[in-house]
């Protein structure tokens, strides 16, 4: 499976932007990549994926490097309900099935 | 609409002592999942199911665990004896099908075990 890195942490303030990196140099053109956030004591929830394209849905939006090789989760204005670690994930149905490998993910603090 | 559920939230066992997780994905989902989180770290996939049967169990300790789901719907996990090293947390996850790769997986709130 292609690899992505993730900063271990990232702080942010309420009601701000927050832009939440991910490197993916591996990616293959089948990769879609998918984000989920794991509140505490929580299972994972899913956020959002794409493939080439920026997307947006109603929890946040994912911008997609032209090249493919990075991809930025941004939560246009983070709550206290945002701090969670959040997982950039690769899936290739092809190589991998329908599994989803999680890294270590980053964990984002929300100061109020 | 009801998420996975699982129980129990918690457990606390002695080594060597059995112990066994359920799950109930969400309704129609025919695609259920065990993944294991230890401290720190990201959940790992132990088993997936289609409908009855598991199709992936690549990554199960299988002199251990096992896993069942007779009728397709709800799933057991058992791990029989326990070692200090299982202590971590079991997540149950449910998708409606097999959509490759942007079928979203749901997950359940799992559950905490801690081997003494």
């Known amino acids: 499976d292609a690899k992505t890195t993730q900063p271990n942490s990232m702080e942010s303030n309420e009601e701000e932007p927050v832009h939440l990196p991910c490197n993916h140099s591996?990616?293959?053109?089948?990769?879609?990549i998918h984000w989920y956030r794991q509140l505490p004591s929580q299972g994972p929830e899913y956020v959002i994926h794409g493939l080439t394209s920026n997307v947006n849905n109603r929890m946040a939006s994912l911008a997609i490097a032209e090249d493919r090789k990075s991809s930025t989760l941004i939560l246009h204005r983070a709550t206290l309900r945002d701090a969670a670690v959040y997982y950039c994930?690769?899936?290739?149905?092809?190589?991998?099935?329908?599994?989803?490998?999680f890294g270590e993910g980053t964990q984002l603090t929300v100061n109020p | 609409e009801a998420g996975v559920v699982q129980s129990p939230r918690y457990k606390i066992i002695e080594k060597k002592q059995p112990v066994a997780f359920w799950c109930n994905p969400i309704?129609?989902?025919?695609?259920l999942y065990w993944y294991r989180q230890n401290l720190g770290q990201g959940p790992e996939l132990l088993i997936r199911y289609e409908n009855e049967e598991a199709v992936d169990d690549s990554q199960l300790p299988k002199d251990r665990f096992s896993a069942e789901r007779l009728k397709g719907v709800d799933s057991t996990l058992k791990i029989q004896p326990a070692e200090l090293g299982d202590s971590a947390v079991y997540l149950c996850?449910?998708?409606?099908?097999?959509?490759?790769?942007?079928?979203?997986?749901?997950f359940g709130p799992g559950t905490r075990l801690t081997v003494l």
């Open positions: 994930i690769l899936r290739d149905f092809e190589t991998s099935g329908s599994r989803l490998t």
């Open positions: 996850a449910s998708s409606l099908r097999l959509a490759g790769p942007t079928d979203t997986q749901y």
């Open positions: 309704s129609g989902h025919n695609t």
């Open positions: 591996t990616i293959s053109g089948t990769d879609y």
